[in-house]
């Protein structure tokens, strides 16, 4: 093979079946995360976003609501959550929030981001309280609020289906659902790092109820901790399973841990690496085949080696963000929210074409 398929031998066989439009396996997936050709890997998810994308990378002017950090799961891996009636713990009013929406509504939001812990004081009346203010202050924007696990502690709380909860927000205003959560699906990995949480299987359930209801949502994948390459892989061909079946997902968001302030520090786990972040974002590209965007968490992995992401297999980079407190809370360095023009110059510099969305990836505006 010549040209863009000449590659070593370790990723030959991969990039034949790439260019046959064959789907890669578990086994496929392991081998890119195996590999030592990060170019070479990059090189091919680089490809297929481009003939999915062209040179386009999209981004939201958006706006993060983190309106409570209780939660009674208190995962290992979180440095955000604060048990009930602890001095650090939070909860905002609906006054508060509303006045978050329209600082950002003053400078153009198109996209609303709400998650939180599961604090046993906030019932379905608050939420759906809180979705209409939202609505009404910025009637122009998408709001994706609630993850799986949100979902399915508000119907336990209220002793009805999911399907009930998400019908109920969704009347409300709720647009989507973000795809936190789902951090490492095997259970092997949930019962170090968050044994009260949710399983993985019903964070696919919760998802697909979504997806039937006509609700389109996100999903993540937490790497960087103590998973394993295969692990990796078998998180993903889950998402890629329940793609097929279903359709409903927007976009695959890595999620880089950062041990920092958890209760993990103490388990010589460092930060993941620019290496690391680059192959775990090619890998999703050509792994998850189904899924039109793979989004390079810019807070996360910081905004430099996002601009690096935009050349594997990267179409987005997520948005604005205005006042993230949970990687922050885990001690996340980057500032907390870059401006729509810094936005359209970070995605530009790397040579690409900038692209606003809202949640739902309809394009807002494009060519700046």
Known sequence: MEGLWALNGELEAIAAKLANGKRLDREDGIELFRSSELLGVGRLADKVKRQRHGNKVCFAVNRHVNHTNVCVNRCRFCAFSRPPGHRG????SLEEIEEKVQQAAAVGVREIHIVGGLNPELTLPYFLEMLRRVA???PDATIKALTAVEVDFLARVHGVSVEVVLDRLK????????GGGAEIFSPRVR????????????????HAAAHRMG??????????????????????????????ETGGFLTFVPLAFHPKNTQMKGWNLGETTGYD?????AAARLLLDNFDNIKAYWVMIGPKVAQVAMGFG???VDGTVMEERITRSAGGETVQQIARLDMVDLISTAGCVPVER?????VIREGF
């Open 89 to 92: 713990a939070y909860t905002l």
């Open 136 to 138: 009404a202050i910025v």
């Open 171 to 178: 009347e409300a205003g709720l647009t989507c659902l973000p």
């Open 191 to 206: 019962r170090l790092v968050c044994p009260g949480k949710i399983s993985g299987e019903r964070w696919l359930e919760v």
């Open 215 to 244: 609700i389109k949502t996100n999903a993540t994948m937490l790497y960087g901790h103590v998973e394993t390459f295969g692990e990796r892989v078998d998180h993903l061909l889950k998402l890629r399973r329940l793609q097929d």
């Open 277 to 281: 972040d680059l192959k775990t974002i």
């Open 314 to 316: 990267a179409n987005d």
């Open 358 to 362: 809202d949640a739902l990836y309809n």
